[in-house]
């Protein structure tokens, strides 16, 4: 198994420019999500998704778009980035019955 | 929303010495999990607690939950420098185990 991957491992955008954020759980899991990690702030839930067509608001979800088409992905967009977005992007899943999140290696995206 | 502060912000120990850092919640904990980052690369999943006085270990690291502080400890036996990491806690504040909110991070070196 391949745990949870994501996609790409680094990234530069300029302002106001898209982009997508792959993340791929060959667990059969149903809980999926999306954290950004900054220095001094932690680790802060996105959004997040507790099944296959469904999405949910995390803490901070502004500027941050997602979608849940299959059940082992959960895409995470940026329709136009901005410098307070250079963050690190993580991906995690879980299933309901346990409590363990598994988290994928991470996205590092500057903006500039 | 549930906060959680985690202390110390940052500890460097020499080898072989023992450690305690701490994960305080602002609201009632009904899951407080613990997880190890390696720097560049994701969270890896230490352990869960979830009774008030329930203790956990794993190899050289133990956890404790006190339900009445909403606190949780963990407690490093004889350090040693794959010890070193960021420690994150994370709460489980709705008891829905669908999310977690996490603290900031305590990052941990040891002197060889």
């Known amino acids: 198994n391949a745990g949870v991957t994501q996609t790409p491992k680094f990234r530069v955008l300029k302002t106001g420019q898209s982009m997508t954020l792959l993340c791929a759980q060959d667990?059969?899991?149903?809980?999926m999500y999306w954290y950004r990690q900054d220095p001094g702030m932690g680790l802060r839930l996105i959004h997040y998704s507790v099944g296959e067509g469904t999405t949910a608001k995390g803490e901070v979800p502004d500027g941050y778009n997602v979608s849940r088409l299959k059940k082992q992905n959960f895409l995470l967009g940026l329709e136009s980035a901005a410098p307070s977005q250079t963050s690190v992007y993580f991906c995690?899943?879980?299933?309901?019955?346990?409590?363990?999140?598994?988290f994928g290696p991470g996205t590092r995206l500057t903006v500039t | 929303s549930q906060e959680l502060e985690q202390s110390p912000q940052s500890l460097i120990v020499q080898e072989g010495k023992n450690l305690t850092i701490n994960c305080t919640s602002s609201?009632?904990?009904?899951?407080l999990y613990w997880y190890k980052q390696k720097y560049g690369e994701g969270l890896i999943f230490l352990m869960m607690?979830?009774?008030?006085?329930e203790e956990k270990s794993h190899e050289k690291i133990t956890a404790k939950l006190d339900e009445k502080k909403q606190q949780s400890s963990l407690h490093i036996t004889a350090s040693q420098p794959s010890h070193a990491g960021i420690y994150l806690c994370g709460a489980d504040g709705t008891g829905a185990n669908s999310k977690l909110t996490f603290g900031k991070g305590i990052t941990l070196s040891v002197r060889p």
């Open positions: 607690l979830q009774k008030g006085g």
């Open positions: 609201k009632t904990l009904y899951g």
């Open positions: 995690a899943s879980s299933h309901p019955l346990v409590y363990e999140q598994y």
């Open positions: 667990m059969n899991h149903e809980y």
